[in-house]
């Protein structure tokens, strides 16, 4: 097969993580011809989902020094003798049973409902191949509880955690946020300019419960985060309010592994072309025209630039990758938090999780099997939190503890891995591009940004990722741009057209 | 640019956007004209259903062509029933006698369900259109097999698309009556929707006709039961303070805390005069013509009926009734309005004479719990004052709280919050003074039957400052007024007529 591929590339993108399929469609979309490859046999590399037995069989996988994923390992929790009485409960062959119903993402991620990637997806037209779940809940903890944070106004309507002044308070509180900036010169930026967030939102009368809220949930913020950077998150949380169900927050149908894949489809609509299970094997560099000259399966390809994801030989070869995510995925039988966050079934919950002193987070997201990510009656607990050293379980003792010490969750299989990171990003060695491994954040917008950063660089005064117009308003050759397509007008106004034109002639119509 | 997209340029769509337009409006036209024709010519068939679809479809609004279909479907019907007919005539013994399916009956069952499905899809076009929500009313009125739990199912899905249409509000109360939804399944629905969002006049609005039914109130002096009338304050006050900005539950409160006062009831009696030369009455509120509702005067033995009762004033509030009596001292009279009847009191003073009084809005009474919640939300709204102290809203709701907790002790602190309001919502100063005038009168007219002189002088001291002077037809008893001569300024020629003054006139 190999034969059939053209040798003379713009640009070659090796790994398909989120990032690096950003690169390749905003390349494609502007003309540039592009090739995709992965050694990986699935899309996505770090950025993907998997069944059951596939993140199984990937955590399995031996690392090597230049793996992104690492430290990885797996339990079965589950006993292997039936109960006698009762439900049937789950076991390690009911679940890998419906291994195919699993959506495991290696980096999942919430999406603002206003934000930088939801921004992307409609600005490109890209959205049409994604769908999305509403996040249903945004929790916090609350003296060892966990709680709905109320976000929209019916929310804190119908809370009855607050008291009606505590909710008068809290709504103030969130439209004086969201209306801040709009008058730079308002008393409270300049009385509150270098001083934390938390100082401002104490002097705003507001109680503890409603603190709480703002700083865990709302501005997921910590008692360091200054002022201005308070106000821009809670405006983000509040910008991207009302648009889509009850909370700010999104998630892809099916998994984030879906998204990397929406913009190679969009690459590949424009020309780009795809190979997976390719490894390129040695990377060159023509002094006469600066190409780079790949070889890949016996053949040598040509490619004006290269743009590759951390991790993939032989461009990673003498990167230092440390660790950067500790990350935990566990399944479980039942949800958390009570029943009121987990009705009919329950959705898609958000939970930002803090140490004593707010000095380390991690966040949560728990799916149910509405998210199409997991199978009727079980429940996926996605744990993330920045690293410290190469021991996932260790980095998140401290926050599964706060989750499951004291709940009944029924856990059925965790497992623990790490998300590795370069460590000196400047290693941009011989004009390859190296794009960031996931970072720790909620939504996209460092990944986003750093695309954004590599194909300005690449590709300095093409527009990035245009609107891609829907198939009715191509042209097809030869056709008469302007010409009414009678195929666009409603079948009977077709018919009555046609009516028409013998009604014309008996009477007398004017236009 | 070979294998390269080609997409069409603004210019270009635009004009093409041109052409489809004009071809639509031809279309339009011709089948106006065509359906125009056939209706001169009285063709109501199966082909003016069709010319008319197409254009409903587009735009439900045009009444005209509903119109023509209901004549249209009427058509059809009685042309069924005809073809019916005929059938019936028959022989009977060419068909089986028995097993024959109605036939009729389904045909029309399927003429109506064709207009159902039309009227729906219109509704889809534009679910605000007067016409269509009309001729789906009127489908399932022609309709003997209305499914009506199939229309609820439909209010069910267009409030889940809109919870505001208050087409849709309206045409769910009509569905409900038809199928006996009962109130309370009503009441659960409603307050869902106003869970999902409160800033919802509609819903509001179908709760104060639920509730009244479902927890009526025994003295008819609230809008419900006392209890319910506690948790619909506790609601309706969470969603005033989640966004003070929303009037909807303001308004919605205010009607919680008024009197329930229903508008069919029949007017009372808020102040009564007779002499042997006639009799002067006021009512609580106007009436077109006293002499359609029974007075009845009864003394002693005596029993007189009061007839031929001439307006005083313009507004029919006030009433004078020139019958001369025969007036017995030492009997005690009793006047009976409507099922309303009052006891006279003799009048003070050497004239002959007896008088009846009821000053305006007698505070209704109170159970504790009900107090104790008034309380509890007084004290919230002074708390967010504290916080707000310009809160318009809250301002007025503290106001009509104290009032609603005891009228005569709150007097000068609601008053206050009026002045208040008067400068923080300038726009709307005159409402608040004409308020303001109101719970003056009404304080004042509280204490005059204490007053020295009652109920033959009126004295109004002149450090009380009014706009105007509400609750006029009360002092149709008076014989004087003391009003400050800068009230009596403003007031010009609507200072209100006294018993003196008709007498003066020779009325008695």
């Known amino acids: 097969m190999s034969d059939d591929l053209p040798e003379q590339f713009d640009l070659v993108v090796i790994g398909t993580g989120f990032t690096e399929s950003c690169i390749a469609a905003a390349a494609s979309r502007v003309g540039k011809t592009v090739l995709h490859l992965d050694s990986n046999e699935y899309y996505g590399d770090v950025w993907s989902s998997f069944s059951m037995d596939a993140l199984c069989a990937r955590l399995d996988q031996q690392p090597e020094a230049h793996s992104t994923l690492r430290n990885a390992s797996y339990t079965w929790h589950t006993t292997e003798q039936e109960p006698e009485t009762g439900e049937p409960t789950w076991t390690k062959d009911s679940v890998l049973a419906k291994s195919r119903r699993f959506s495991l993402d290696l980096c999942p991620r919430i999406l603002y409902a206003a934000g930088e990637l939801v921004q992307l997806l409609i600005k490109s037209n890209i959205c049409r191949y994604a769908e999305f779940r509403a996040v249903d809940h945004v929790c916090m903890r609350h003296n060892g509880e966990i709680v709905s944070v109320p976000c929209s106004r019916s929310d804190v309507f119908n809370t009855k955690t607050l008291t009606i002044v505590e909710k008068r308070l809290l709504m103030k509180f969130l439209t004086a946020c969201n209306d801040y900036g709009e008058d730079k010169s308002n008393e409270d930026s300049l009385e509150f300019r270098g001083r934390t967030f938390q100082e401002y939102l104490q002097a705003q009368r507001v109680t503890e419960k409603i603190a709480s809220c703002v700083m865990q949930a709302i501005a997921m913020c910590g008692p360091t985060t200054s002022f201005e950077e308070g106000m821009q998150r809670t405006q983000r949380f509040l910008g991207s309010l009302g648009r889509y169900g009850n909370t700010p927050f999104l998630f892809p149908m099916y998994g984030c592994g879906e998204l990397p894949q929406c913009f190679c489809r969009l690459c590949a609509v424009y020309g780009g072309i795809y190979c997976l299970k390719r490894a390129v094997d040695d990377i060159a560099l023509d002094s006469t025209t600066n190409d780079f000259l790949l070889s890949s399966a016996g053949k040598t390809l040509r490619a004006k630039h290269v743009v590759s994801a951390p991790g993939y030989p032989p461009v990673s070869k003498g990167i230092e990758l440390k660790p950067h995510i500790s990350r935990g995925l566990f399944i479980s039988s039942s949800p958390l938090g009570n029943e009121e966050l987990n009705k009919g079934g329950g959705g898609v919950n958000l939970l930002r999780l803090l140490d004593a002193d707010a000095a380390r987070e991690a966040f949560l997201i728990q799916l149910s099997h509405y998210t199409g990510a997991c199978p009727e009656g079980l429940y996926i607990f996605h744990l993330t939190t920045p690293a410290l050293s190469e021991d996932p379980a260790a980095d998140l003792a401290l926050f599964t503890s706060q989750l499951f010490d004291h709940s009944n969750a029924q856990i059925i299989f965790s497992s623990y891995f790490t998300i590795a990171a370069q460590s000196n990003k400047s290693a941009a060695a011989e004009h390859i591009y190296y794009t960031d491994p996931p970072t720790y954040e909620l939504d996209y917008d460092a990944a986003i940004a750093n695309a954004r950063h590599i194909f300005g660089q690449l590709f300095a005064d093409a527009d990035f990722l245009p609107r891609a117009p829907d198939p009715e308003e191509i042209v097809v050759d030869g056709e008469d741009p302007s010409a009414l397509n009678e195929h666009s007008l409603p079948e009977d106004l077709r018919a009555q057209l046609q009516d028409m034109q013998q009604a014309t002639q008996e009477m007398d119509i004017q236009d | ?274 002499e042997s030369q006639g009799a002067v009455l006021a009512l609580d509120r106007p009436y077109p013509d006293l002499k359609q509702l029974k007075t009845e005067l009864t003394g002693g033995e005596q029993k007189v009926e009061l007839q031929s009762w001439l307006p005083v004033d313009s507004s029919g509030t006030s009433w004078k009734c020139q019958q001369s009596l025969d007036y017995q001292r030492n009997t005690i009279y009793s006047l009976k309005l409507c099922d309303q009847e009052v006891n006279l009191s003799p009048l003070p003073g050497p004239e002959d004479g007896a008088f009846y009084f009821a000053p305006p809005h ?147």
């Open chain 2, 1 to 274: 640019m070979h294998g390269r997209v080609k997409v069409r340029t603004t210019e270009e769509e635009r004009e093409r956007k041109k052409k489809e337009q004009a071809l639509k409006v031809r279309a339009y036209r011709a089948a106006m004209g065509r359906i125009q024709k056939k209706r001169e010519a009285g063709e109501l068939d199966s082909e003016m259903l069709t010319l008319t679809v197409q254009i409903l479809q587009r735009n439900p609004d045009v009444s005209t062509l509903w119109n023509i279909r209901r004549e249209c479907v009427l058509e059809k019907l009685s042309k069924l029933k005809e073809e019916v007919e005929d059938e019936e005539e028959k022989p009977a013994q060419e068909e089986p006698v028995g097993d024959k399916p109605p036939v009729k009956e389904d045909k029309a069952h399927s003429i109506f369900t064709c207009e159902l499905d039309l009227t729906e899809q219109c509704l889809m076009v534009n679910p605000k259109s007067y016409s269509a929500w009309h001729h789906r009313c009127w489908t399932l009125e022609q309709d003997p097999r209305a499914d009506w739990q199939r229309e609820l199912q439909l209010c069910n899905k267009y409030l889940k698309y809109d919870e505001r249409n208050f087409h849709t509000w309206d045409y769910r109360r009509y569905v409900t009556a038809k199928a006996a939804v009962p109130a309370a399944q009503e009441l659960d629905f409603c307050t869902e929707k106003i869970k999902v969002n409160f800033s919802n006049y509609s819903s509001w609005h179908h709760r104060s006709l639920l509730l009244p039914e479902l927890y009526p109130n025994e003295q008819r002096d609230r809008p419900m039961s006392e209890e319910k009338l506690q948790q619909e304050l506790e609601m309706v006050l969470t969603a005033a303070f989640t966004d003070p900005n929303d009037s909807s539950a303001w308004f919605y409160q205010r009607w919680l805390l008024g009197s329930g006062a229903q508008l069919d009831r029949a007017p009372r009696v808020a102040a009564f005069r007779l």
């Open chain 2, 362 to 508: 007698a505070a209704a009474s109170c159970s504790k719990e009900l107090l104790a919640e008034l309380q509890t939300q007084l004290q919230s709204c002074l708390d967010l004052l504290e916080f707000e102290p310009d809160s318009k809203w809250t301002l007025l709701t503290s106001a009509l709280l104290m009032r609603a907790i005891e009228v005569s002790a709150n007097h000068e602190k609601s008053l206050a919050h009026l002045a208040k309001l008067e400068k923080v919502d300038a726009l709307r100063e005159g409402y608040y003074k004409d308020l303001a005038a109101r719970w003056t009168l009404e304080y004042e007219l509280a204490k005059w039957p204490q007053a020295a002189g009652f109920p033959r002088n009126f004295t109004l001291a002149e450090d009380v400052l009014l706009a105007s002077l509400p609750y006029g037809q009360y002092f149709v008893i008076a014989d004087e007024l003391n009003l400050s001569i800068k009230l009596r300024e403003q007031l010009g020629d609507s200072v209100p007529i006294t018993f003196a003054d008709l007498k003066v006139k020779g009325d008695f």
